[in-house]
């Protein structure tokens, strides 16, 4: 069974950090490229960054660029996400997903798996 399952959500004074995790299991992590991504409830869901499945290439979306920090390790199946200077707006449900091959999108619709995703709050 495939499982991705996110943690190190919670809530957050602007300016300050987190960090998430992912937990993959149940498929080969090492054919796949790895994603985050979040969403805000009425809104479409938006890609943060991605990571190559040879951990070569990241990706960042314009937002958070210069601010997060993706990084994968392979031989323990985990994805993780530093978060810093957090702002208000950062403020969603974060999910880690996994898209089969070493070309890492943020189009959260090229993804296969998903997890259920963890929450992160941002206070003023």
């Known amino acids: 069974e495939v499982q991705l399952v996110e943690s190190g959500g919670g809530l957050v004074q602007a300016g300050g950090s987190l960090r998430l995790s992912c937990a993959a299991s149940?498929?080969?992590?090492?054919?796949?490229?790895m994603g985050w991504f979040r969403q805000v409830p009425g809104k479409e869901r938006e890609g943060v960054s991605c990571?190559?499945?040879?951990?070569?290439?990241?990706y960042y979306g314009r937002s958070v660029k210069g601010r997060f920090t993706i990084s994968s390790d392979n031989a323990k199946n985990m994805v993780y996400l530093q978060m810093n200077s957090l702002k208000p707006e950062d403020t969603a449900t974060y999910y880690c997903a996994a898209v089969l091959g070493a070309t890492p999108t943020l189009d959260w619709y090229q993804y296969d798996y998903w997890g259920q995703g963890t929450q992160v709050t941002v206070s003023s």
């Open positions: 149940g498929f080969t992590f090492d054919e796949y490229s």
């Open positions: 990571i190559s499945k040879n951990n070569n290439d990241t």
